[in-house]
């Protein structure tokens, strides 16, 4: 018999026609996460290993995982399969989160600082003896004033503990990190229309706008987005077109990566909407019915942003511009996303702005395919609570910035410099605005050594990173293997609760972040006289727990805190199917999402007692509760009127444009010849600040060269592999070039979360050059073979502070820099920020907040608008 | 006594009440010396030195039985006060024992890199079974910190010291097996390196001269209990080559496919003997 010819083509071909036969074909071989469905078992001793439900929290995209325990320790981290976002899987982050509870740098005893701050000098001391120390500091800050008594968090997941321990104190100077992460992209959607963030149904699209959203590899929501992206582009065959000034692993993935300009993806959303509404392309029911605006209004706004003009301005020519309009608005169910590419900018809510608005006047919202509202569930907080602080802080409410409700925590230093209010007890929680904020140690290292400016600081941490080695004293916290918390993510189209529970005792005397809080108000108000004391009565984190999770309807039913413990997430929607690693019901079918969620009616008990303005708006007690449209009583949009705010009134009475648009970076306008954009960028296997001392991850990528286009890389003679020096109006660093083609010609881009000076031994490879002496794990074949010694350099020092006048989002992308070939003085690791160069930063860019001089200049349109002082309402934002 | 904090013996041990067989004062002696130094150096470990022990170290007698032992401690121990000695060893211990950055004295960081890896639950295990149980002392310990390990092998002593001064010889072996197994398994495989890098680290001479002393110690014990087993802790010296004896020539090629050339330049074979 003849043997068939096979050749590369033939295989193709058969390939191509043979699809439907491949998908019905037996699959044998199944994930086996997927198959044993939360089970494991040891290799030696084939016994079956505990099995705890638990949250990830290596970073916030909160995936439900489960820790498998053998001998009283975590041996493996894998993905619940009974939740319904995750589906059974985790990143790679997610599968090495054991390294932070066993990390032998981790800190599990109260420290007091001895030498000077910073120096490294350390002394254990007993829990009592840190608790009294802080009590006492605490108490005289009481006294002058509670606002004098800061926290700043970071990654927060504690389910209100923190604002409970603020407001016991009676302080308002509660800080977080939003505004070096995504505060634009909130503000910019949130007086839009309620949320401050889209769920894409990926799985179901058939057409994606991604603007500056690296979904494969980091933005929100990760794991649960990789996978429905996936699904989408290979069940589904969606088109995916990806806006990004670097061919991100996603852009690869994508059918076209369009490189633009940094800071200009408003330009060419406007432009889109320009062309949409131009070919009448709209779906103007949806508009007319759901928006504050009509078509025509819009049609009339829009007709400035032409494709010619976006170009210019970006870079896309006006034929992509206008074809992927067309697309877009042609090919129904549509979805965009966004992260930090579009926000991360000096007028990012506007770029935010402007993305939204495409699937918005495309009526492809809360459709199936669509650009959807997120799902989350809340839970009760234990009774009784704290009343809210009488007297607002300066810091955390900054009167120049009273659009960005997410605070703008990166220009803190310089506040406190300028002496706007003075701090006597600074607490940092899970924070590390020393590595993290522009300025890094050049800014934040500086406010934090300044003794006068920050009499006492206490680092709530794990960790000796870059902030907690300035501390004066450490309080050690816990990883979040050994933490209770509750947890929901709009992560998915289905809502859900989940649990954090310790996989085992904490380690050391480690403390988890409510038991600490709880101890120190014990210490303030032993007997309970000062009124402090009553808000702090529970056992411990699983008495916590119960009363959010024992008092959930329809959870409490189910078994409340015990249903969580055993499952780690509630509801269950269905089985995980191991063949699709799809969630299934009762007859194999894969479970169906809610859709549509604002046109859900009101009942007749809702709408007692109700009024309807002439908008239709639907007011009880005070509150929009609804919109009524075509004699019908919708839930709508919860925003202050219920329908999407195509024009946000409130912008206009700052002085902002409250219509779409777009404002160019004024320094990017004048840019000279050899001068380039600076960006920063995630990897897969990092996160921002704390991965670089895990062993499995910091082996995969430990060094960030940055990347330069070929182009450019050729004018300044620059190969891969050689020493740049790159400059900025604040400072300088040296670092290597990766040349590729990968990148637009203007910008240059350096990955984060490498270059560290503290974080323990894997994340600075301090101890590396005394290998034979300190090295240590000879039995641990991971630990044995740490073969690098290239640790990265980190960029913050040279990146100045930026801040929306709007959203209060840093600018991280606007940075102008110089890169040249680095000289004979200069060496790889070199890095210089300057803090009167730093400050001098900040003045610019209040130039720009609603109160600056630089303001009206940057808005003609707004000519009418009658100054700072005609503002009635000081503060706002947000919903 | 830190021994009272950490260890506690809830189940006593039984003799059997056999008559006494020959329980030579001498072994019985030499059984209780061993658990004393066992005990001095888990002090010395298991965390910051108190007043009392300081003071109790720094008597005449205890100078010089430790002086004798080779141990030389520089004026920041023997001339110091009390009170700024207790400051220094206190931050001495914390930059190296519990700090980030430092040497944790902990079996599972020393062999496998993190904490609480698998010595961590086969000594806790081994107590156990041993009837023992973990308690604070003024801090919390893991069960293989180094402080641990040693007073767990102290206690064993002083009960196999107990058994032969009862006549139980069968216990007293047993016990000496467990203690044999428990310094293969555990201690001999670490300790003696460990001892060397914080010989090395240490500031102060205190704990250079006590990591000194557990060296030696570790050393002499495994000699004595004729034990064979590597320290697999990667802080033990490196020996350099050139002070390296060897029964053969070392860059001698394995296999013979290739020697003859530079053996016949040589002018013929050599004896093994003659390349030493
Ligand atoms: S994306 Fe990865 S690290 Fe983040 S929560 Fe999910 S599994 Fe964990």
Redesign the pocket.
Known sequence: MEMPKVTRRTFLKVSAGSGAAVAAAPRLLHAMEADLGGKDFGPVTMAERKAIPIN????????G?IAYVENDRVVKLE?NPEHVS?RGR??????A?MWYSYDPDRIMFPMKRVGARGEGKWKRITWDEALTELARKLDAALKEDPNTIMLKYGRQRTGGVIDRFMHTLGTATLLNHTSVCESSKKVGMEPTWGPDIETPDFANAKYVLNFGSNILEAAY????LSQRITEGRVDNHMKIVTFDVRLSNTAGFSDEWIPVHPGTDGAVALAMGHVILRENLQDSEFINTWTNVTVDELKAHYKQYTPEWAEKISGVPAASIERIAIEFASTKPATLFTYRGPAKHLYGSYNEKACMMLPIMTGNIETRGGYCLPRGMGWPQPQPQPPKPAHGSYLADHPDYPLAAHKVSHLVPFWIADGKQKINVYISYQDNPVYTNPGAMAVWGKLFKDEKLIPYYVSMSPFMGEETALADLILPDCPYLERWEPESMPNSLWPWVGIRQPVHKSLGESRENRIMMRDIIWKLDPDGKRGMKKFWNFKDGEDYMRHHFDNIPGLKEAGGLDFMKKHGVWPIYGKLDPKSGKVVDKTGREIKAEYGLFKKELSAADMAGTTVDGHGTIMKNGAAIGVRRNGRNYVGFPTGNRVINVRIDQWAEYGFNPMPTFKRIPWHETMKEDELIMTTFKLNVH?QSRTAAVKWLAEIAHSNPMWINQATANKIGVKTGDLVRVESKVGYLVTKAYVTEGIHPKTVAIPTGFGHWEYGRLATLKLKEKKAEYSHGQDDADLNNVWWDDKGVHPNNIIPAVADPIGGSQGWYDTVVKVTKAGPTDKYGDTQGDWEKHYAAYKETLRYAYTGDLHRKMHPEMASWAGPASVKHKTGGGH | MLTELLLETPTKVSHGGAPHLLPTRLAIDELRARADVYRLLSGVFVEEPSAAFLDALRRPESLGQLAEAGLRFDGDFIEASIDVLVEQLAIEYTTLFANSGGFPPVESVRLFGRFKQEPNFETMQTYRRLGFVLHPGRFEVFADQIGVELMFVAELLDRSAAALASGDAADAKRLEKEIKRFWVQHLGRWVRGYAQLIERSAEHSYFREMARFLRGFAAEEIEAMELRVEDADQARLVVPKAEVKVEFNPDEPVCNGCVSETIERQGGAQTLHDLR
């Not at chain 1, 985790?90 to 599968?95: F, I, Q, S």
């Open positions: 990830c929290h290596v970073c916030n995209i909160q995936d995982a993905g995750t985790l990143c790679a982050k997610g599968n989160g929501f990760h794991n649960p996160k």
